[in-house]
């Protein structure tokens, strides 16, 4: 048997209570129930040899099916049934629960300005400070690899924003740069940018450091500076990552997908960034340094980006 959601279901069956499941009673009618075999021949049941002793019953004295009403079952000891619900006057409000989450106001990001100096007599510490930072340098460089450990071991909180990753959140219609820079492949690198911006500047806007990566040709404004410092904003600190061609190749290698490379395009890539030299912004040159090791410089860079923020 169904019962609705919420009603008290019948008590077990118990000796000793006083209930008995109408469904044992072979004279009771249960609708939508199976009949006894009573029921389909309209006879009163054998009851044994009793039952033939006397008179026969009058028609009318047998109870009729279904015509007794069934009592309903006791409570089971310790049941309580529901009560009537008492009625509410309109003039006095239940008590509300207190609420448990609340609106946060978040500050509106806007352009990133340039980093405060500290005074003249203090070494200003970059692991401590709210910065954005853009990591540049060709495929193979270890940008994705020195953001991600340089932003999990500041003692501020920090944020990660890949470029690649946030271009590649385009599924359907992907335009793969490999296959050919045209207008969908420029429009969706362009679109990434943006996308990367905003989230910097509302992050800083909040309190939270940002290192973005993204390979920024020296010689092509449609992928160079100009936009990240249109979408970020003049605070932005850029630093350069160029190991030499031989690493660049060995790491694109150990990738796979469409983050890997042929050769000639890492040579060519690489001989393009040789162009960020003189370009007066910072350099590191990784070549001999694992991931910690270029972590630590980058920290003793930015500290003098910081002091003297670069032109650019």
């Known amino acids: 048997m169904q019962h609705a959601v919420g009603s008290p279901l019948p008590p077990p069956h118990q000796s000793g209570h006083g209930w008995t499941p109408a ?3 072979p004279g009771v009618h249960h ?3 199976h009949p006894g075999p009573a029921a389909h021949q309209g006879q009163v049941p054998h009851q044994g040899p009793a039952a033939h002793q006397g008179p026969a019953p009058h028609q009318g004295s047998a109870p009729h099916q279904g015509s007794a009403p069934v009592p309903p079952p006791p409570p089971a000891p310790g049941f309580a049934p529901p009560g009537p619900v008492p009625h509410t006057p309109h003039h006095v409000q239940a008590p509300q629960a207190p609420e ?3 609106h946060v106001p978040l500050p509106p990001g806007g352009p990133v ?3 405060s100096a500290p005074p003249a007599a203090a070494v200003p510490d970059a692991s401590t400070t709210t910065i954005a930072v853009l990591l540049i340098g ?3 460089a270890g940008k994705t690899s020195v953001a991600k450990y340089w932003a999990d071991h500041r003692r501020v909180p920090t944020a990660h924003i890949s470029l690649d990753d946030v271009r590649e959140w385009v599924r359907s219609g992907f335009a793969d740069p490999q296959s050919g820079w045209n207008d969908n492949s420029e429009a969706q690198y362009r679109l990434a940018r943006r996308t990367c911006g905003f989230a910097a500047r509302n992050f800083l806007a909040n ?3 940002c290192i973005l ?3 920024v040709f020296p010689d092509r404004p449609v992928v160079g500076l100009g936009g990240w ?3 970020v904003g003049p605070g932005l600190l850029p630093v350069v990552l160029l190991p030499g061609l031989e690493i660049v190749l060995e790491r694109n290698a150990e990738r796979a997908g469409n983050r890997r490379l042929t050769d000639e395009e890492v040579a060519r890539i690489h001989g393009r960034m040789a162009g960020w030299y003189g370009s007066g912004l910072p350099i590191i040159d990784n070549s001999q340094l694992d991931v910690p090791q270029t972590a630590r410089v980058l920290d003793d860079v930015l500290a003098r980006s910081i002091a003297s923020p670069p032109s650019w």
């Open 229 to 231: 410092k249109r979408h």
């Open 213 to 215: 990566d993204d390979a």
């Open 31 to 33: 609708p939508g129930g």
């Open 100 to 102: 448990t989450t609340g």
């Open 207 to 209: 309190g939270i450091s």
């Open 23 to 25: 469904a044992h009673d």
């Open 113 to 115: 300005g340039m980093p």
């Open 138 to 140: 060709p495929a193979g």
